[in-house]
């Protein structure tokens, strides 16, 4: 196409350029030209302007649907539970109340029960199926609090079932939403932020599932991954970038670490799977198995950024040290090391957000059980924040679709402020050589 | 004592040797006979180190023994008589009773486990105590050892030197080591597969059933060939005529068309993209994405559309490898000299001319490897799958009908409570062998032309 643009030049075989008039710009057919080349040069820009924008806009609609679905999350819907406990009768020894007993002593008096009466007595027929299952603990924590609540007619703020709540912020079946209607206008129905969210474990009714459980096996998974990628993955960076000699051996390391920096992950969940729970017999679901398969997985990523944070150190520094005796150890480990750090600490944060936003792998592994309270130690079942958002995303009770956006609302909020600090960190200590 | 304060205890005591190593040498030096070869620290070091190497293997090594060293002690006793013989139950009888073993006022679902536990109880408090015994004596040993080494002329930094390097090397031996063990791991479990079902079987078979599985003959409907077309058609087809036209061009955009203040917002922005875990991902396609994709292809009187189809899937997947080929495009653009970017404008080429016909085919090596390893990315992505894919293994061109990957397939494999040895559970390790073998190729390819690309403009 190029010879259409500029009049051709006649072959000459060395001699003068032939006699030719020059281009004029102005004949139509020029300019016309001119006119095509530069709309098609607007819109390939325009284009290129679209592909951002387009990007851009899907990113703003998943945050924006996360954020839309989750915020009902956060909140639970309250109704305010008029109990007479004389009318009740619960039979319960004062004394009981007052020591360890407590719970099982209420427990044995059947305040679940009277829970469901005063609230049939309070709401109709349907009143029981207003409250959520786990209604009767706050007012068992309510009693243990205050007795004296025994002897007299009080009202309770006790959590709504998920369908009372779903009907309180959104759309629901007639029938219910009527209920809530009818709750709303007798002034029984009020909001608060749900701290039970954020402090309870996983549960078969929405309204009572909470994610600290599955935080805390994230969190423990994370020291273990962080406590053994860091070093070895650091260490490995040194030799690689400082040491090694250049034969076959450290060619092999470098091949097997740009590839497994690319490996799929749930490559490294069969791997754990045979390795660590079939070998080792190590236990399913604990937490020092993730860590472990997650810290094989994200090594190579410590090794790359520690490499390159090696390498930016200019070797003046090195030739400095050297030449007032430091020997080639202390070279490293004085000098360089202590220059690279910042670069190798935004690489492992990089890394780290990466293991914590990781399933696949731990599924492998079994991390996916139900798990109902929080991980005792590194060795007990546990699960960690994505898989929680993974099991409650297969549920089919419709409360948990705000739990699951909820929760993936947490996880971001965690990634977002491990990469805030990555750059923070690039930002404040990034030495320019 | 349990793994952690074991270990704390060898990092104590090798704390306390590097303690009074570096006094004594300091007291050496402050006497001042004979000057020392090594500084008092470096002396501190070397006893630290000849304590803690030795503890460490030690407990690394009993960490891994003693538990079998327990399972043989309560055989033992006259309880164990009782147990089956073998197999499924035995092994849940005794994990039951090691979970019990410590834990007080917790029922049993099994009695025998009830027995058992207090011998449990008894024989890991034993060998605990073992175990601490004989790191505590390696320590001292160890730290014996090297405390009488420490005189002036004793050359502690060369040693320490020297074990540094070693652990160096060790560390760095540690890729190699999980590289092997994914191989080897895959490959011996994939041995067991092969000798169940044959080969050719599983790589060119076209039915793809595992939860009927016959016994005489298991290896006809465990066919991979639906898999790995839905694979191929899911991650390389749909996925990436979603990510190489939008990655490309925003590459483009941001590198030679945007203001500077654009491209340092869009650019980061983008990369978000990139670092939302891939199960927001799936939860996105499976409760967004795929019901709105049914409606719209009913509309359209499609007679076949599933809220699980095949285009959900990849349509969320290519929106994630975005951020992967434009940064990969923009290295490569950016790679090549802007001596030929400015020639080409000289000669009074528009900006999109020189982009299409200068810059794109110097910088085309850079940018097919770049989809090289999206793609090898996008085959080896599980969760959006596993969310938002379907089990049905269909050989179909129509994206809207329902196919399934390899990866979904080995969550599916194995999630059930089957057992470890079953041709279906093998499967997901075949299945891995060679989704491991194909992303490695991919990879090693792609990582080869950017290697040699770069040395071209270099």
């Known amino acids: 196409m190029s010879s259409t643009l500029v009049p051709e030049v006649p072959v000459t075989n060395g001699r003068e350029p032939a006699e030719r008039a020059p281009t004029d710009w102005k004949t139509h057919a020029m300019q016309s030209r001119i006119r095509k080349r530069y709309a098609a040069e607007r819109r390939f820009r325009l284009l290129g302007l679209g592909a951002v924008a387009l990007s851009a806009a899907f990113l703003v609609f998943l945050l924006g649907t996360m954020l839309i679905n989750g915020a009902g999350g956060f909140v639970r819907t309250e109704i305010a539970l008029p109990l007479d406990f004389p ?22 008096a059947g305040l679940q029960n009277a829970v469901g009466v005063a609230a049939v007595s309070a709401f109709g027929d349907e009143g029981e199926d207003y409250l959520a299952d786990n209604a009767w603990l706050t007012v068992r924590e309510a009693i243990k609090d205050d007795p004296s609540i025994l002897d007299r007619r009080v009202t309770i703020a006790v959590p709504a079932s998920s369908r009372i709540h779903l009907a309180a912020t959104d759309d629901a079946e007639p029938a219910i939403e009527a209920a809530a209607a009818r709750l709303n206008a007798a002034g029984a129905l009020t909001r608060g932020f749900n701290w039970s969210f954020l402090t309870g474990s996983d549960s078969t009714d929405p309204t009572s599932a909470g994610i600290w459980g599955a935080l805390k096996g994230s969190l423990l998974t994370m020291a273990v991954t962080l406590a053994l990628a860091f070093p070895i993955g650091v260490l490995s960076a040194i030799y690689l970038e400082e040491y090694a000699p250049k034969n076959r051996w450290t060619d092999l390391i470098e091949v097997s670490i740009n590839n497994l920096a690319a490996v799929p992950s749930i490559i490294f969940g069969l791997l754990g799977l045979a390795v660590f729970l079939g070998t080792f017999n190590m236990p399913r679901s604990a937490p020092i198995v993730g860590g472990l398969t997650l810290a094989l997985m994200i090594m190579p990523v410590i090794v790359i950024a520690g490499r390159n944070a090696i390498k930016a150190v200019p070797p003046s520094i090195r030739d400095a040290a050297l030449g007032v005796g430091a020997s080639r150890v202390q070279v490293v480990f004085h000098h360089v090391l202590p220059l690279a750090l910042p670069g190798i600490l935004t690489g492992t944060i990089i890394g780290m957000a990466r293991a914590l936003g990781e399933t696949a792998p731990l599924l492998m592994i079994g991390m996916r059980a139900f798990i109902g309270s929080a991980p005792e130690d590194l060795a007990s079942p546990a699960t960690v924040l994505p898989v929680q958002i993974f099991l409650w995303s297969d549920q089919v009770s419709s409360g948990f679709v705000e739990k699951t956006s909820a929760a993936i609302i947490v996880l971001l909020v965690f990634l977002l402020a491990m990469n805030a600090l990555a750059i923070y960190l690039r930002n404040r200590f990034e030495t320019r050589w | 004592m349990t793994l952690f304060p074991l270990i704390l205890l060898a990092f104590g005591l090798a704390l306390i040797g590097w303690l009074v190593a570096r006094a004594r040498a300091a007291r050496l030096q402050s006497s001042g006979r004979e000057r020392l070869h090594s500084l008092p620290g470096q002396h501190g070091w070397y006893v630290a180190m000849w304590i803690a190497a030795p503890t460490l293997i030690f407990i690394a090594f009993w960490s891994w023994l003693s538990p079998a060293l327990v399972v043989d002690a309560v055989l033992a006793t006259p309880e164990a008589a009782q147990l089956p013989a073998a197999g499924f139950e035995r092994q849940a009888i005794l994990g039951e009773a090691r979970a ?108 793809w059933s595992p939860q009927v599985i016959s016994e005489r003959d298991p290896g006809a409907t465990l066919g991979a060939v639906p898999l790995f077309w839905g694979t191929f058609f899911i991650g390389a087809v749909i996925a990436m005529a979603v990510a190489i036209p939008l990655g490309l061009m925003s590459a483009i955009y941001l590198t030679q068309y945007a203001a500077p203040a654009v491209r340092r917002w869009m650019k980061p922005l983008l990369e978000i993209l990139a670092g939302v875990p891939t199960v927001v991902y799936g939860y996105f396609a499976a409760l967004t994405v795929g019901p709105a994709l049914r409606d719209f292809a009913a509309l359209l009187g499609f007679p076949y559309a599933s809220s699980e189809s095949a285009l959900a899937a990849g349509l969320v997947m290519g929106v994630m490898i975005i951020p992967f080929v434009s940064s990969m495009a923009d290295d490569s653009i950016a790679a090549v000299p802007t001596s030929m970017r400015d020639g080409s404008l000289a000669m009074g080429a528009t900006t999109s001319e020189t982009i299409g016909r200068v810059l794109l085919p110097a910088a085309l090596p850079g940018v097919v490897a770049g989809i090289l390893l999206a793609v090898s990315r996008a085959i080896g992505e599980t969760m959006i799958v596993v969310m938002a894919a379907s089990g049905a293994a269909n050989i179909t061109l129509n994206p809207m009908e329902s196919a399934t990957t390899v990866t979904k397939q080995i969550v599916d494999l194995l999630t059930g409570e089957a057992e470890f040895d079953s041709p279906k559970t093998l499967a997901a390790f075949a299945l891995g062998l060679t989704l491991f073998v194909i992303t490695f190729l991919l990879n090693i390819v792609a990582l080869r032309v950017v290697k040699r690309y770069r040395e071209a403009y270099e």
Do not use: C, H, K
């Open chain 1, 87 to 108: 009318a009740l009768s619960l039979d319960v020894e004062r004394e009981q109340l007052a020591q360890r007993g407590a719970d099982l002593a209420l427990a044995g």
């Open chain 2, 100 to 207: 019990l073993a410590g834990t007080e006022g917790l029922g049993a679902f099994n009695p025998l486990a009830e027995t058992l536990a207090p011998a449990f109880e008894v024989y890991i408090a034993r060998y605990a105590w073992i175990g601490t015994g004989i790191a505590v004596l390696l320590a001292f040993a160890g730290g014996a050892y090297a405390f009488t080494r420490i005189a002036p002329a004793f050359r502690a930094r060369t040693q320490v030197e020297r074990g540094v390097m070693l652990m160096l090397l060790v560390a760095s031996l540690i890729a190699i080591l999980t590289t092997l063990g994914i191989f080897l791991s895959l490959l011996f479990e994939s041995a067991r597969f092969f000798s169940i079902v044959s080969i050719t079987d599983f790589l060119f078979g076209t039915v």
